[in-house]
Nanobody, 121 residues
Framework: QVQLVESGGGLVQPGGSLRLSCAAS????????VGWYRQVPGKQRELVAG???????NYADSVKGRFTISIDNAKNTLYLQMNGLKPEDTAVYYC???????????????WGQGTQVTVSS
């Protein structure tokens, strides 16, 4: 089994920065696609940033130029650097990873527990 533990959320003023982390642990042979999603009450969860299997990034238009996704493969830890935060970035942020377990029976989807990001003055 794979567990994802997120950290780094909090309250920040508009224009500020936060860095989210998502550490994966368990029987991991390889990570596939990974990404960060966010959700506000009453709306669907949306993709904020992702890395494909070749580690090419893609971003939602609303965060391009402000957010940067990265991964430390040695630590199986995913990051989201968020700069120039706006009130509309307020949401619960979730990390998602596709992981191939040590049994190599196939990639499975895993989610973090979510971390609240609030942008407000």
């Amino acid at each position: 089994q794979v567990q994802l533990v997120e950290s780094g959320g909090g309250l920040v003023q508009p224009g500020g920065s936060l860095r989210l982390s998502c550490a994966a642990s368990g029987s991991i042979f390889r990570l596939g696609m990974v990404g960060w999603y966010r959700q506000v009450p009453g709306k669907q969860r949306e993709l904020v940033a992702g890395l494909n299997s070749w580690r090419m990034p893609n971003y939602a238009d609303s965060v391009k130029g402000r957010f940067t996704i990265s991964i430390d493969n040695a630590k199986n830890t995913l990051y989201l650097q968020m700069n120039g935060l706006k009130p509309e970035d307020t949401a619960v942020y979730y990390c998602n990873m596709q992981a191939l377990g040590s049994d190599r029976s196939g990639y499975r989807d895993f989610w973090g527990q979510g971390t609240q990001v609030t942008v407000s003055s």
